[in-house]
């Protein structure tokens, strides 16, 4: 990409990509281009959010009070908070419905502080306030930049971004050097609502903060957008604000069905202002859609950074995953395995004949050591199993000498070239169980300690399932039985015949259900 220093905005720097470009083109190189300055995709380099504060990534977060009355209650709009949205009061959270709690929204006056005089017995009172999502995210948590964020639910948000970003490189590469161009990689993008804990302590102090943290509150949060209220109406048919208590208590029915509509929608709302707009970008201009997303491994993390992890994969050309872990017994005894069968299966439903993997020892790193060449080795092999066909390296130069780099670029490049063009052919799909998650899922009370991507759930059934659903893949694979993973679309869209369910270019003999708790 076009380089870091007055990052695009520097004529000098176009000069220098473009001549890299043709020297690339001469070597007869494959020419991608990279969207962002660093990772998390959406800022443009922190120009669209500096431009558009507006822009910046929200939460609804919750404030909540345990409290016994007869007595007074008073809570007032956390100062890290844009605006109130609603508030309430139950009995027990855990069981709460809409005819069971006070709607304390009539209660709040103009500086948005809520004053209630709450009856005899205990309460839970809960306060939501439109937050600007920062401190304690991947925002300020990666190892690029800290900076403030987009809001991916904003149609204009993403539009902003490909304006500054895509449009200003079409502009500055010369067309013959596009015609070259087979793919635009996207980096990570999320909701940005979820809590990530601090980094290794290898990168303490060594990260830029272009944003400087504020805030030390760190509330759960769902994500948002100022419209969402109208927008959810519009889509489902009923007021979602009298049920918002529902997206961070309650196990009952109501609040279930509640939950899933409302992580359908939000799902749908980020997959078609970010993924269909780049997707659709690239079509108009003869390059493919390619990236990985943030945290393809679990179910939790799909939940929370994206809705559903293959709602947003389906809209790339050139799907792609992050590979952190470099052993290749570990990732498949953990849940770094799932990430390529996953994006993979995507691939296999929608047609896709390249899937990629960004691989390092990012893991091994933390543990101060690099991953040995056989260690890199079986970790391109299980992920060549597993479906993907393209590997991009992010080992460190320095870490092999030159006998060895020869020796894994060259094998995995001759198992790329031996996987790419033919027909993927498996009769077994599990089920992938997301609407499960969305059914139960709850954010987590408190941020977590560690490094992590949540907190431990709130829900004894998002946890076995955020563990079964693998084990069951798992132990298909194995059992050495091949099988590609398949979404509720896949089952709407596919096509019964001949005892077998078919699916773009793939047919399934056998459906396999995870455990399933909607």
């Not at 971004?161 to 067309?175: A, D």
């Amino acid at each position: 990409n076009v380089g870091f220093r007055d990052y695009l905005v520097s004529p000098r720097q176009w000069e220098i990509l473009n001549y890299g470009l043709r020297k690339a083109a001469e070597q007869n190189f494959v020419l991608w281009w990279y969207d962002e300055k660093g990772y998390p995709s959406g800022t443009a380099g922190g120009i669209v959010t500096r431009a558009h504060p507006e822009y910046s990534a929200q939460g609804l977060a919750c404030y909540r009070q345990e409290v016994e009355g007869p007595r007074a209650v008073r809570v007032d709009l956390p100062v890290s908070c844009r605006r109130f949205v609603w508030a309430g009061a139950m009995p027990d959270p855990d069981v709460a419905t809409r005819a069971t709690v006070v709607d304390l929204s009539d209660k709040i006056d103009e500086w948005g502080t809520l004053r209630w005089d709450a009856p005899a017995g205990k309460w839970t009172v809960l306060y939501l306030a439109e937050r600007i999502m920062y401190e304690g995210t991947h925002a300020s948590g990666n190892v690029c930049e800290f900076k403030h964020y987009v809001n991916l639910l904003k149609p204009e948000a993403v539009r902003e971004f490909i304006r500054v970003t895509h449009e200003q490189y079409y502009r500055e590469i010369p067309s013959d050097l596009w015609d070259k161009m087979v793919a635009v990689f996207t980096d990570e993008p999320s909701f940005m609502v979820t809590y990530t804990g601090k980094l290794p302590e290898r990168f303490d102090g060594k990260i830029p903060v272009i944003d400087a943290p504020i805030f030390n509150d760190r509330p759960p949060a769902v994500p948002w957008v100022d419209d969402l209220l109208e927008r959810f109406q519009a889509m489902k048919g009923y007021d979602l604000r009298p049920y918002l208590f529902s997206l961070f208590f309650s196990q009952e029915p109501e609040a279930q069905y509640v939950r899933q509509d409302y992580y359908d929608v939000i799902t749908r709302l980020y997959t078609d202002a970010f993924y269909v707009q780049v997707l659709r970008w690239c079509q108009e201009h003869g390059i493919a859609s390619s990236g990985h997303v943030m945290a393809e491994e679990t179910l939790i993390a799909h939940e929370t950074y994206h809705g559903s992890l293959f709602s947003v994969i389906r809209e790339m050309d050139l799907p792609g995953i992050d590979m952190l872990n470099a052993d290749p017994q570990d990732m498949l005894a953990r849940h770094s395995f799932m990430a390529a069968k996953q994006v993979a299966s995507v691939a296999h439903l929608t047609g896709a004949k390249q899937v990629h993997s960004e691989s390092s020892d990012w893991v091994q790193g933390n543990e101060g050591r690099y991953a040995t060449l056989p260690e890199r080795l079986g970790q391109g092999n299980l992920q060549y199993v597993l479906g993907i066909n393209q590997i991009t390296s992010y080992f460190s130069w320095h870490e092999l000498d030159d006998d060895a780099w020869k020796q894994y670029n060259d094998y995995m490049g001759r198992l790329a070239s031996l996987l790419t063009g033919g027909q993927h052919v498996c009769d077994v799909a599990v089920l992938y169980p997301i609407r499960s998650i969305w059914t139960h899922y709850l954010p987590a009370l408190e941020p977590p300690q560690g490094r992590s991507h949540g907190s431990k759930p709130r829900s004894e059934w998002v946890a076995k399932l955020n563990e079964e659903y693998p084990d069951v893949v798992r132990g298909l694979l194995r059992s050495q039985v091949d099988l590609d993973i398949v979404d509720e679309q896949a089952l709407i869209e596919g096509e019964i015949r001949d005892g077998a369910l078919y699916v773009a270019d793939e047919a399934y003999r056998a459906i396999v259900l995870p455990p399933m708790y909607a």
